[in-house]
């Protein structure tokens, strides 16, 4: 890190000398904070920053949907593993190799779709 006096370069956070304000009403904050969280944000402070920095990148609706597909791609791998599972311990005894490779195929475009959605809501 750098230390006063060195002539290292400093960090962006203090680089930010500018602030931008706005008063609201508290019932336009209470609708600012609805809607940071309906868009998945934490709080409303990570909201209004990807506003500032412009990394709104998704609708918010958008957005929500993405976070619940992540959430049922993980529930759809959980079955995939599940029949393989079944398979290699030979509880399902007539698997042809075709099929055997569709879910390998299967179980790898789970995956990454679910590291396309993640990347897209970052």
Same mark, same amino acid.
Request: with cysteine.
């Given at each position: 890190?750098?230390q006063?006096?060195?002539?290292g370069p400093?960090?962006?956070?203090?680089?930010?000398?500018r602030?931008?304000?706005?008063?609201?009403t508290?019932?336009?904050e209470?609708?600012?904070?609805?809607r940071a969280?309906?868009?998945?944000?934490a709080?409303?402070?990570d909201y209004?920053?990807?506003? /500032? $920095?412009?990394?709104i990148?998704?609708h918010?609706a !958008?957005?929500?949907?993405l #976070?619940r597909?992540? %959430?049922?791609?993980g529930k759809?791998?959980?079955?995939?593993?599940?029949?393989?599972?079944?398979v290699n311990e030979?509880?399902?005894?007539? /698997? $042809?190799?075709?099929?055997?490779?569709?879910?390998d !195929?299967?179980?790898?475009? #789970?995956?990454e779709l %679910?590291?396309e959605i993640r990347q897209?809501?970052?």
């Amino acid at each position: 890190m750098a230390q006063a006096g060195d002539g290292g370069p400093r960090s962006n956070r203090r680089r930010a000398t500018r602030r931008l304000c706005r008063r609201v009403t508290p019932e336009a904050e209470d609708r600012f904070k609805a809607r940071a969280a309906a868009a998945g944000f934490a709080n409303a402070q990570d909201y209004l920053a990807s506003f /500032i $920095d412009g990394d709104i990148r998704l609708h918010e609706a !958008t957005r929500k949907d993405l #976070i619940r597909s992540v %959430g049922e791609l993980g529930k759809i791998g959980s079955n995939v593993n599940q029949i393989a599972k079944a398979v290699n311990e030979g509880r399902i005894r007539s /698997i $042809d190799a075709h099929s055997a490779g569709v879910l390998d !195929t299967l179980r790898e475009k #789970i995956e990454e779709l %679910g590291q396309e959605i993640r990347q897209a809501l970052r």
